[in-house]
């Protein structure tokens, strides 16, 4: 690896409407963690910046809903989301927040220095207004028709179901969210970033620039937007909930929340820095800083096009090395949603799973959404952790530890002469930093993870291959290499294994009692092998002959990874069909009332009890059954449109309700004696209405 002097790597600002699900560990966090714990081991200086983004309409809206204000929102969402992160390992130098002083600092000064310098462009527009609540409808608090692909729930600056960005002005039949009614349209002010102009600059930067070391999905929505003409944007909105425009003259305004979220990287720099006593512009403004953003497809307009021409009208900043999106994470099958709850929780993971954060960062880094959307099911979580984390890394280092507690009472034995094998088998394992290295520094993390458990695959075979058990009673010198060589490995998997599974490392590291070793000095006299209070670092398993040596006592076995039952994993599963049941009755829609009648007029209907006793289909018809029914007073024929749900030899013997005193009518020159009543299911289907008491004869009246 090319070492730079320092890197600066930022995570997504999650918003702080709700908690983080796996769907944001797996774009965003998870990646993004794994290449800064990565380039930590091998030396590198790293800044790792995130922080909550807690401006914007959503947040106002939900406060409406709940009854409480925005601050009040984004306070509760705030302590959740950092308190999860914190609690999965998600190492960030600095965890910020964009409603602190010192990002409305930073983004107040980045506005008014582009103000100042004239590189906004300020325009009186007609925008949409809602007179009874008496306010400019921002983005979120309209809703109308898109108008390209037709969708009728886009909101007024995106459609979600196509993905094409507009103004609320561009949508068909707008209405506001907050009264429903339909929006007139007003003259206000406000400064736009004029896009087009760093068009022709955004085009030889990334799609020529980068052609050759940025993903496909990155260059191709970035090259998409290029192709469809840069317009100038919207930098301020009408409300009152965000950072105060700090011009004469912008009253009542706020910054954009999209011009002011990704400057919430800068501030939460600014944070760290005056914490730690260090100067946060080279992390931002000196060549040699590699700045790499990890995001979701969501956002890469944000991040490729708008953010680097904020920067670029600025002058002082660098512009990112690499901005490694991914694509989406589903859920069952079905795409993540927070309003209809079909998501997996962090914060309820960590209490419903107890000490396995390494076991979701594993099954989300071999399952990512890295080239095209995933699906991530309970049952594929459970086969990563029995099949691979346990019956894989846990069992060799099980099988290791074990036995050389039993062989040796704990103490690294002195190997002996190599054989071809040995020697092999540690020129691989030395092989392996850096064919993780590689794939990590590809952005290829997925890769990366099955390299990982390549290497505990090695250390199995080995074991399988050598038989050290077998091998004691007849050749014990030859077993003492064997383990020895099993436990550099052993050692190397404490090591690699860190940017991925931290916690399990750690508990490694603590049973090896692993850390580095210094050779015997004039100054070191004590021991051979006194060690420092520093780990073994990235670098040390590539180049050291010796991670763990001889003489060294370890300790005693402790299982890395648990078996997950399945009746952990049909509580999850429970759960999720619990969710679906509320959403299909959330979403069901209900036929409205019909006129209200006298009581006088339902007593003229004659409901009773029957019983199907012969069903045909109508010639020449989809739709319709012809039914003989007994309905206790008669026998009579009734034409039904229920040949869609129903097939005739089905519903034979089948009890009904039927109108009986309904008008006869012709249908397909059938004459129908009555109606049965019937009512409509979630899927579509119909379902009889039908006496719930199998006791109840033919021919009762219900009443």
């Known amino acids: 690896m090319s070492n730079s002097k320092r890197y600066t790597i930022t995570a997504a600002l999650p918003y702080t409407n709700g908690p983080v699900h796996?769907?944001?560990?797996?774009?965003?966090?998870?990646?993004?963690?794994?290449?800064?714990?990565?380039?930590?081991?091998?030396?590198?200086?790293?800044?790792?910046?995130?922080?909550s983004d807690e401006h914007g309409v959503p947040i106002t809206i939900k406060a409406k809903k709940e009854g409480v204000s925005p601050q009040d929102i984004v306070d509760k969402y705030h302590a959740i989301i950092k308190k999860s992160f914190s609690d999965f390992g998600i190492s960030f130098d600095n965890y910020s927040r964009t409603s602190a002083e010192i990002h409305h600092q930073t983004a107040s000064e980045f506005f008014k220095k582009l103000y100042d310098e004239g590189k906004f462009i300020e325009e009186a527009t007609?925008?949409?207004?809602?007179e009874e609540a008496k306010q400019f409808l921002a983005d979120r608090f309209v809703?109308?028709?898109?108008?390209k692909c037709g969708n009728d729930e886009s909101y007024g600056d995106q459609c979600e179901k196509c993905g094409t960005s507009h103004n609320a002005t561009d949508l068909i039949n707008p209405k506001s969210t907050i009264t429903g009614n339909v929006p007139t349209t007003k003259v206000t002010k406000h400064w736009y970033l004029?896009?087009?102009?760093y068009e022709q600059w955004l085009r030889e930067w990334i799609v020529e620039g980068h052609k050759n070391d940025w993903k496909t999905n990155v260059l191709g929505q970035v090259k998409s937007w290029l192709d469809d003409g840069l317009k100038p944007r919207a930098v301020t909105r009408d409300l009152d909930w965000g950072?105060?425009?700090?011009?004469?003259?912008a009253e009542g305004k706020v910054l954009y929340v999209w011009f002011d979220a990704p400057i919430g990287y800068i501030s939460s720099t600014k944070e760290w820095a005056q914490r730690e006593g260090k100067d946060w512009e080279p992390y931002w403004k000196d060549k040699d800083t590699k700045l790499i953003h990890f995001i979701g497809k969501d956002n890469i307009v944000f991040h490729c096009i708008i953010f680097p021409a904020m920067l670029k009208a600025e002058g002082s900043y660098i512009l990112p090395e690499n901005v490694p999106a991914n694509e989406f994470l589903n859920l069952e099958g079905n795409k993540i949603s927070t309003s209809k709850n079909w998501a997996v929780w962090l914060h309820e993971y960590l209490e419903e799973f107890p000490d396995k954060q390494d076991v979701l960062r594993y099954a989300l880094t071999a399952n990512a959404p890295e080239t095209k959307d995933n699906d991530f099911t309970w049952k594929d979580f459970q086969a990563r952790n029995n099949n691979e984390l346990v019956a894989i890394f846990g069992n060799f280092i099980n099988r290791v530890v074990v036995l050389t507690n039993k062989y040796y009472q704990g103490v690294v034995p002195e190997p002996n002469e190599f054989s071809d094998i040995d020697n092999e088998t540690l020129e691989q394992l030395q092989k392996f930093p850096s064919i993780i290295g590689s794939s990590i520094e590809r952005y290829r993390f997925r890769e990366a993870s099955q390299e990982l458990m390549n290497l505990a695959r090695l250390g199995n075979k080995y074991l399988a291959d050598e038989e050290p058990w077998k091998q004691l009673k007849e050749n014990p010198e030859r077993v003492k290499t064997i383990m020895y060589v099993a436990l550099q490995i052993a050692a190397g998997l404490a090591v690699v294994c860190e940017p991925f599974l931290p916690f399990t490392s750690a508990k490694l590291k603590g049973i090896l009692n692993l850390r580095h070793y210094k050779e015997q000095s004039d100054e070191v006299i004590s021991s051979k092998n006194e060690f420092r209070n520093d780990f073994l670092k990235w670098n040390d398993v590539e180049e050291k002959d010796e991670l763990i040596a001889a003489n060294h006592q370890i300790g005693k076995a402790e299982l890395l990874f648990a078996k997950i039952e399945d009746t952990d994993i049909q509580i999850q599963l429970d759960k999720l069909e619990a969710t679906k049941l509320v959403n299909d009755a959330d979403t069901k829609k209900v036929e409205p009332q019909k006129p209200t009648i006298e009581f006088d007029d339902f007593t003229k209907l004659d409901i009773r009890v029957g019983t199907i006793i012969d069903a045909v289909k109508v010639p020449k018809t989809k739709k319709l059954l012809q039914l003989k029914v007994d309905v206790g007073i008669d026998i009579r024929t009734i034409v039904s449109g229920i040949a869609e749900s129903f097939k005739p030899e089905e519903i034979i013997g089948q009890k009904v309700t039927v109108l009986v005193n309904l008008a006869p009518r012709k249908l397909r020159g059938v004459e129908s004696q009555g109606m049965i009543l019937m009512t409509d299911t979630k899927d579509g289907t119909l379902a009889f209405i039908e006496p719930e008491n199998d006791a109840v004869k033919n021919g009762e009246q219900i009443s």
């Open 22 to 51: 796996i769907g944001h560990l797996a774009g965003v966090y998870v990646p993004a963690d794994i290449y800064a714990r990565y380039l930590r081991s091998t030396g590198n200086d790293v800044l790792y910046i995130c922080g």
């Open 126 to 130: 007609e925008q949409l207004y809602d």
């Open 143 to 147: 809703i109308g028709t898109c108008p």
């Open 194 to 197: 004029p896009l087009d102009k």
């Open 243 to 249: 950072i105060p425009v700090p011009v004469e003259g």
